[in-house]
């Protein structure tokens, strides 16, 4: 029998492919030496510099690609670097004064930010505060040194991620990509939008899967029901087929 996760349905449809586990990279924080905080400082502006220029990047891609709507999410995150001087001057000072890591500034001044909007409790607040948490994770990526695996497939694979984020969806190479699941939750806009535009299934929240998911395994992503079902041994077109009969 296939093992089954169920989840929360993003975008619909239904594909078959192989499993790739991508797990995220833990964060690693430190406490600086008072001889390194300069050049910590330096480090940091220079992560924000990177980060500009990969959001302008991403933006621009968006906006050949999917249209104005779906890269307002790189265009709040922008926002969010040029006009909250405050917010990365606080970092900074976090730095100076607190002999914190970059990457521990970060994640202390961006999750108070991410907090406080959240607070506001409409819509646009938390569409702000989503920005916000991805800006958060792209900062701290660049900080610790950590790229993502680009992720080239040469079959139908379906993805397992830790999380997910809009620029993930507009850089990936979706040629062969049958479907993702993401075992955070993910923002619907304007991630859902993105997905529905490349006709790849999404669902998100998938539960009980962590350390039981490997690499090659046949499973059949079916976002219509918000269910990823997993065949515990491996098998060839044949599986697969059986387990779509089940969904």
């Known amino acids: 029998m296939p093992v089954t996760f169920e989840g929360k349905v993003i975008s619909c449809g239904r594909q078959e492919g192989k499993l790739f586990w991508l797990p995220d990279p833990p964060v690693r924080v430190a ?16 992560v924000l510099s990177a980060a500009k220029e990969k959001l302008e990047k991403w933006y621009a891609m968006a906006v050949k690609e999917f249209g104005e709507k779906a890269a307002d999410i790189f265009d709040m995150q922008l926002s969010i670097l040029y006009d ?14 607190e002999h914190m890591s970059a990457e521990k500034a970060i994640e202390y001044q961006f999750g108070c930010f991410v907090q406080l909007l959240r607070t506001v409790g409409d819509k646009g607040g938390r569409e702000r505060a989503d920005a916000a948490e991805e800006l958060k994770q792209l900062l701290l990526s660049l900080a610790l040194g950590i790229h993502r695996q680009r992720i080239c497939p040469r079959e139908d694979t379906i993805l397992i991620l830790q999380s997910l984020s809009a620029a993930d969806m507009v850089s990936m190479d979706c040629r062969y990509i049958a479907g993702i699941g993401v075992l955070a939750g993910v923002t619907e806009e304007p991630l859902a939008f993105m997905a529905k535009q490349r006709k790849i299934p999404l669902v998100s929240e998938l539960r009980d899967c962590r350390g039981r998911l490997y690499h090659g395994r046949n499973a059949v992503l079916d976002a219509d029901a918000g269910l990823l079902l997993v065949r515990e041994t491996k098998g060839g077109k044949e599986c697969a087929e059986k387990i779509k009969k089940q969904v």
């Open 31 to 46: 406490v600086l030496k008072t001889e390194f905080v300069d050049a910590e400082v330096i480090h940091f502006k220079t």
């Open 84 to 97: 909250e001087c405050s917010l990365t001057d606080s970092v900074v000072e976090l730095i100076d004064t």
